[in-house]
């Protein structure tokens, strides 16, 4: 039966919660077209109860490639594994969420299965029984349309974090486990010798609520710990415009924008923020923006839902104190 891949964003024994928005839409597009969703998790150790809510999102089947030579990700060791899984199963689609695992390995794949590819969709429409993936190219200034003309070889895309809403759970759905070993990887150049990663006890940027983030205004490091005082009132994560970055004010991970991550929060407190569209192609989707500039004429003043033109370190305290105060 005609089959849609989901790659899975399988990291310590955790599903990212973006693969559970690609299986969503990998079930209703299947359940149109009258197909199956099958997941495909790469790892080494992986265990059995942290693939349940793949089912319960629409996966019928859960393809699981145990290895120490997955453990970490190298684009090597998984578009070898993920090749022969595909010349052993021949699926129809595979979709990746477009993360920096998915815009890596996705490419390689469809170069080395000859496929066609369509990047960072931001929804699948249905046009005479045949879907048609939309594209936010140019930070999103426009929309395309875009359809293989191959429909009957493989067919890889990769989906924009946060553009897919998640289904709701039906815990009484099932998933078959197979566990694979595909014959040989072949040579692999890269190997990982160890992972450095910045310690923080906050929510992971692309699955917060609450965004507070900081640009040119917040004038240095010092400044963004008068947005993480706010965010630690609000449960919120930090977040950071590309200007702040690129001064050393605070690390890359915490890049909102076209070159950073993508973010749709509840609510997003831009502070400092001048509003570039590349920025505004990363939070441009929050349910509500706040801005926060002493610039009237900054662009982000153009999406927000409430502005104030003031200077940050007078107003970021004060709605501080005002969040305390709703807490007490």
């Known amino acids: 039966m005609a089959t849609i891949w989901v790659f899975a964003e399988y990291k310590d024994g955790v599903i990212g919660k973006v693969t559970f928005e690609a299986v969503s839409e990998a079930r209703r597009l299947a359940d149109a077209q009258g197909k199956t969703v099958s997941v495909v998790v790469f790892g080494s150790n992986v265990d059995d109860a942290a693939l349940a809510p793949l089912a319960q999102y629409g996966a019928d089947q859960v393809i699981v490639v145990d290895d120490p030579a997955l453990a970490e990700y190298t684009v090597d060791a998984y578009a070898a594994a993920l090749d022969g899984l595909i010349e052993a199963h021949h699926p129809d689609t595979i979709m990746f969420v477009a993360s920096s695992t998915g815009q890596d390995i996705a490419p390689v794949v469809a170069q080395h299965q000859n496929a066609g590819l369509i990047s960072e969709i931001v929804a699948i429409e249905d046009e005479g029984g045949q879907p048609v993936y939309v594209r936010a190219p140019y930070s999103g200034k426009i929309l395309e349309k875009c359809a293989f003309t191959n429909n009957d070889d493989l067919n890889i895309v990769t989906l924009r974090p946060k553009a897919f809403t998640i289904a709701e759970p039906n815990t009484s759905r099932t998933a078959t486990i197979v566990r694979e070993a595909p014959a040989g990887f072949g040579n692999i150049r890269q190997i990982v010798k160890d992972v450095l990663r910045v310690a923080s006890d906050r929510v992971d940027l692309r699955d917060a609520e609450f965004i507070v983030s900081g640009g040119r205004g917040v004038k240095g490091p010092e400044g963004f710990q008068v947005l993480e005082q706010l965010a630690d009132e609000l449960g919120a994560a ?44 990363g939070m441009g989707q929050s349910q509500c923006i706040v801005a926060i500039n002493n610039d009237p004429e900054a662009d982000i003043f153009r999406i927000a839902d409430y502005g104030i033109v003031a200077d940050l370190f007078e107003v970021v305290p004060l709605m501080t104190e005002e969040v305390k105060k709703l807490k007490a």
Request: charged share 10%; with cysteine; glycine share 14%.
């Open 238 to 281: 930090v977040g950071a415009s590309r200007v702040a970055v690129e001064q050393g004010w605070i690390d890359k991970q915490f890049q909102v924008g076209q070159t950073g991550k993508i973010v749709a929060p509840q609510l997003y407190i831009a502070c400092g923020i001048s509003g570039s569209i590349q920025h505004q192609a």
